[in-house]
């Protein structure tokens, strides 16, 4: 008998991984439900602000990257102060372009950008919606799950009505958050360090630089007689600021919470507390993403410090990498160890992510001598001075993480089919583009003006670099006899099959090389099977002998 299901994907959470999943499905055609039990996309949500410039290359896939670029004004400077109160000693100031000031670096199309959840939480909720595949229920709360070898049914209810009501589906993914139900129910150990308790206090200050000297700037960091003991950061580029007090500087509640304002403000600059948001610091990991039908995306996988802003990014890494693995197997053409590369490749992903987020932390409480920061004779100005050069170097890689946002590759995946080359080293500032096999395919603009990757995204795609036409139709055919969505794409130009390195090379639907070598090995349906997870490109291909059994 056929399972029929109320739903393929029933998506547990609809901030903004799961809203992201959902989208990314729906632009596949492929039918989903995320049930958040708020009753609407966060408003006043002052949590994640930076779009790092892959989040904006898959922004770019989803058709709503200038309204990202939109949702905060380019002009507004993203520099970084160092002080000890906005009225207090300048420490020094780093100045950094404004978006309008800055060029996408030359390996991708997209720049990194500031857009506020508050504004991109309902912008891909409104996406989701626009693909006519995906649905969201608020004020639904997930409560239970029973998975069996077919599918899950899942218990929810409706938080006004009370009701409970059981639904059906192929798959359910806990995008719920941190504290992830889902991921206790299953029993997943989330190993890792907690890095203290925080509060962000989200304040309204118009016109905030009019009452000091220091400047306008994205940033200001205070640092007292212990090192960094809060920041302001700009939510929106107009009178919205987050004010997080790092730990041991809490602010419970809001009496205190105005104290520490008015302690980083000064006396005269006004300001009103909008609301506080207390939160745990930590980096931990899921020991597993997937038991069975469920699988763990965002934070319900992963936490990182927010310092170097690579939380929600990787999230959205995960559900660009799930989404399309998803529509595979749906479609049923993905094979057995396809959902399974999800996560062999995005684990580790979050690993480095989250231990370099924890580093950027540790070096915002430094190991320097604050002894003299406040003291205003020449001593305490070249104390200062020395201050503001060691914090801005051990800053330099939370500010600049180009390496970290684009250089990820995935290593020892059965999706993956190495080409013999070594990997490069991760570099968190720079990234140099490469096609080696398990890398994001590189960007280079095309002769039509559009990138290398707008040719990516909904099937596979062999790039052909002056390779023999008839040689490339093979791996077309092999395709089409299994179900495989793939189109062959030339390219005449020198540079970018300089950029590729070889003549043929196989990228995925989410843009990553999954293949490349100057000619097809002689079995080019075994390649096509590795890639499409029906074997396991780990596995060592069965020897003469073993074969003979296998078919005897
Ligand atoms: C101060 C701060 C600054 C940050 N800055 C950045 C940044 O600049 N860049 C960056 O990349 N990241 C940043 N982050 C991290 C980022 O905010 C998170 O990684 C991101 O919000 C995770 O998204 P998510 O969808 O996985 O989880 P969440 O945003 O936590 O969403 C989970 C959703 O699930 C819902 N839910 C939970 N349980 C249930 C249930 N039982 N039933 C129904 N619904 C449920 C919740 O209501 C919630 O809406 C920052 C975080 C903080 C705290």
């Not at 002052?46 to 989803?62: D, F, H, P, Y």
């Not at 990787?314 to 399309?324: E, P, Q």
């Not at 104390?383 to 939370?398: C, G, M, N, P, Y």
């Not at 994001?440 to 003006?449: K, Y």
Request: proline share 5%.
């Amino acid at each position: 008998m056929t399972a029929t299901f109320d739903v393929p994907v029933l998506i547990v959470g609809g901030g903004p991984v799961g809203l992201a999943l959902a989208l990314e499905l729906g632009l596949r055609q492929q039918r989903s439900l995320v049930i958040e039990q708020a009753a609407g996309v966060a408003e006043l949500v002052s949590k994640a602000g930076t779009l790092n410039e892959r989040t904006m290359e898959i922004c770019r896939r989803w058709g709503i990257s200038d309204e990202v670029a939109a949702s905060f004004p380019g002009e507004f400077p993203m520099d970084n102060i160092y002080c000890t109160a906005l009225d207090g000693h300048l420490i020094g100031h780093d100045p950094r372009p404004s978006a309008h000031d800055r060029s996408p670096p030359s390996s991708t199309p997209e720049k990194l950008r500031k857009c506020p959840q508050m504004t991109f939480d309902p912008l891909l909720a409104r996406a989701v919606i626009r693909t006519g595949f995906s649905t969201i229920r608020y004020n639904t709360r997930f409560e239970a799950f029973v998975d069996d070898a077919s599918g899950v049914t899942a218990t929810i209810r409706d938080v006004r009505t009370d009701e409970a009501t059981t639904m059906r589906s192929r798959y359910l993914i806990a995008c719920d958050g941190a504290g992830s139900q889902i991921r206790k129910a299953l029993g997943i150990a989330f190993p890792g360090k907690e890095l203290g308790r925080s509060t962000s206090i989200l304040v309204r200050a118009a016109n905030v630089e009019k009452y000091h000297q220091l400047g306008l700037a994205n940033r200001y960091m205070f640092i007292g007689l212990k090192g960094t003991w809060a920041n302001l950061t700009s939510v929106d580029g107009l009178d919205l600021w987050r004010f997080t007090a790092i730990a041991g500087e809490d602010a419970t509640d809001l009496a205190s919470a105005e104290q520490q304002v008015r302690r980083a403000f000064g006396p005269n600059a006004p300001f009103e507390v909008v609301r506080l948001m207390h939160w745990r610091r930590s980096a931990c990991t899921a020991e597993r993403y997937r038991v069975g039908n469920v699988f763990l995306a965002g934070d319900a996988a992963h936490t990182t410090s927010p310092t170097g802003g690579h939380g929600l990014n990787t999230g959205i890494g995960d559900a660009f990498t799930l989404g399309w693995m998803l529509d595979a197997v749906l479609r049923g053409w993905g094979g057995k160890h396809l959902l399974d590369a999800y996560e062999q490749e995005r684990r580790p992903v979050a690993i480095y992510n989250s231990s370099i987020s924890t580093q950027n932390f540790q070096n915002w409480l430094g190991a320097a001598d604050w002894s003299l920061i406040y003291d205003h004779t020449p001593e305490g100005n070249e104390a200062r001075k020395r201050i503001h050069v060691q914090l801005t170097d051990s800053l330099k890689q939370e500010w600049y993480s180009h390496g970290v946002a684009l250089g990820y590759r995935y290593e020892q995946s059965p999706i993956i089919i190495p080409d013999g080359t070594s990997q490069p080293p991760m570099d968190i500032s720079n990234y140099a583009q490469t096609a080696r096999p398990g890398h994001r395919a590189p960007h280079a603009w095309l002769p039509d003006g559009r990138s290398t990757l707008d040719l990516f995204g909904q099937g596979f795609v062999l790039l052909s670099f002056e390779a023999n036409a008839s040689e490339a139709a093979k791996l077309g055919e092999a395709a089409v006899g299994k179900k495989v969505p793939l189109q062959i794409v030339e390219i005449d130009s020198p540079a970018i099959a300089a950029l590729y390195e070889r003549k043929l090379v196989l990228v995925r639907p989410d843009g990553h090389c999954a293949w490349r070598d100057d000619s097809f090995p002689g079995d080019v349906g075994e390649l096509i099977d590795k890639t499409r997870g029906a074997i396991s490109a780990l596995e060592k291909a069965p020897t003469g002998e073993a074969k003979l059994r296998e078919m005897t």
